[in-house]
């Protein structure tokens, strides 16, 4: 089964300044992607950054990087300089052809922006 | 459209109703995807169509559910005989054919009194 785990229910983090989102995953699978969706109060689902398994570099969007850990299956986005308007729910999300096409998502970050 | 809408944004319903959720996906987007989203919790498959047939179905909860998607374009998803346990936000996405991102909606907040 493929799973994946977010263990931090809760960030707070101080404007301009950058924080680390955890996400660990579990799979059998060689050929997958990974996501970072965000979810504003809005309930809008946004995708902030993805990865390609088969990609060693990883991938950046901006402020937005991640740090891709294959061996150990992990995959962290950090965001610098973070505004107000990052305040949002963070999803890791997994998807692999192999398993059908369909989004597997952690349980979620709640990250607060604070001025 | 420019998204992937969802209608209606809001449905309140009684035990033991029948409901159905609506989802237009982006225009010639020939994948569509319905996820459910309890409180506080992260989105859960239910299902996948490829064109008009459901190509996965395996993470409706039971026979009370069913969807579909008749000229591969608008789907329905469809709750019979709700229980209080089925609410949550239902959240549809699209994408195009074999490519990974998939593109969400607003959801529809379901609640079932």
């Known amino acids: 089964a493929q799973t994946v785990t977010q263990s931090q229910p809760e960030m707070s983090v101080q404007e301009a300044e950058t924080v680390t989102l955890s996400c660990t995953y579990d799979?059998?699978?060689?050929?997958?992607?990974l996501f970072w969706y965000k979810q504003p109060p809005s309930r809008q689902m946004i995708l902030v950054i993805r990865?390609?398994?088969?990609?060693?570099q990883n991938a950046t969007e901006n402020r937005f990087s991640v740090n891709f850990q294959k061996a150990a299956k992990s995959f962290s986005l950090k965001i610098s300089d973070s505004q107000l308007g990052d305040t949002a729910m963070y999803f890791c999300?997994?998807?692999?052809?192999?398993?059908?096409?369909?989004?597997?998502f952690g349980a979620g970050t709640i990250l607060r922006v604070k001025s | 459209g420019a998204g992937v809408s969802q209608t209606p944004s809001n449905k309140v319903t009684e035990k033991g109703k029948y409901v159905e959720l609506r989802c237009d996906p982006i225009?010639?987007?020939?994948?569509l995807y319905w996820y459910r989203q309890s409180l506080g919790q992260g989105p859960e498959f239910l299902i996948y169509?490829?064109?008009?047939?459901?190509?996965?179905d395996s993470g409706l909860p039971n026979d009370r559910f069913f969807a579909v998607r008749p000229e591969g374009s608008v789907s329905t998803l469809k709750i019979q005989r709700t229980e209080r346990g089925d609410s949550a936000v239902y959240l549809c996405?699209?994408?195009?054919?074999?490519?990974?991102?998939?593109?969400f909606g607003p959801g529809t907040r379901l609640t079932v009194l």
């Open positions: 999300a997994f998807i692999s052809m192999e398993y059908g096409n369909k989004l597997v």
């Open positions: 996405a699209s994408s195009l054919l074999l490519d990974n991102e998939q593109f």
């Open positions: 225009s010639g987007h020939t994948a």
């Open positions: 169509f490829q064109g008009t047939g459901a190509a996965d």
């Open positions: 990865q390609e398994a088969y990609k060693q």
């Open positions: 799979t059998s699978e060689n050929n997958y992607y």
